[in-house]
């Protein structure tokens, strides 16, 4: 196969994408040196995988849209020479940023929730956000995603302060202070 590490793992696992799903918690790219094989074939099992968009993937799609350079640290090249790069991106682009499966009972997110937000709000926000990424102000938000403030929650924040820290919260959230932030 295409990736074999990771196909070898799922055969172990007796996983059969004809009745499990495989659940991916972001960073589908840029953790080693097959991200292109890895996005290859995690975009071949179809609805039989769950993958969400992690920091890692966005900066890839801010390097696609022209927003950011590609970094030393940077292990996408593969993806970014691809000949099938643009269907990838496309694929990457329609990933959710958070997956709520409610006869399970389950919620997946990259990074991590606040307090202040419910399942149901979270779910919102990151439909508020899948939606920048998918519409034609993207290279714009893309630029504008950067940075760490806002670091705490309002109800009226708005425009890019509103979804740098939805982002965040989804693909970048490390602690959550005693005061909110």
């Known amino acids: 196969g295409c990736f074999a590490p990771l196909e070898r793992l799922l055969a172990r696992l007796g996983f059969d994408p004809g009745k499990d799903t495989l659940w991916v918690a972001g960073d589908l790219i840029n953790r080693g040196p097959r991200s292109l094989d890895t996005l290859r074939f995690l975009r071949s099992l179809g609805s039989s995988a769950k993958?969400?968009?992690?920091?890692?993937?966005?900066?890839l799609l801010a390097v696609v849209h022209g927003a950011r350079p590609v970094t030393d640290q940077d292990t996408f090249e593969d993806v970014l020479a691809a000949p099938?790069?643009?269907?990838?991106?496309?694929?990457?682009t329609t990933r959710p940023l958070l997956v709520r499966d409610q006869a399970l009972g389950f919620t997946m997110v990259h990074a991590g929730l606040i307090p202040q937000w419910t399942s149901a709000q979270a779910a919102e926000?990151?439909?508020?956000?899948?939606a920048m990424l998918r519409s034609s102000r993207a290279t714009e938000y893309f630029r504008h995603m950067y940075g760490n403030g806002?670091?705490?929650?309002?109800?009226?924040?708005?425009?890019?302060?509103?979804?740098?820290?939805?982002?965040?919260?989804l693909t970048r959230l490390r602690y959550c202070r005693p005061n909110g932030s």
Do not use: F, K, Q
Request: hydrophobic share 40%; charged share 35%.
């Open 84 to 92: 099938d790069r643009d269907d990838l991106v496309e694929w990457l």
């Open 125 to 130: 926000r990151a439909s508020e956000l899948e």
């Open 51 to 59: 993958c969400i968009l992690g920091n890692h993937d966005l900066h």
């Open 150 to 169: 806002p670091d705490m929650w309002r109800d009226d924040l708005a425009g890019w302060d509103r979804l740098r820290y939805i982002t965040n919260v």
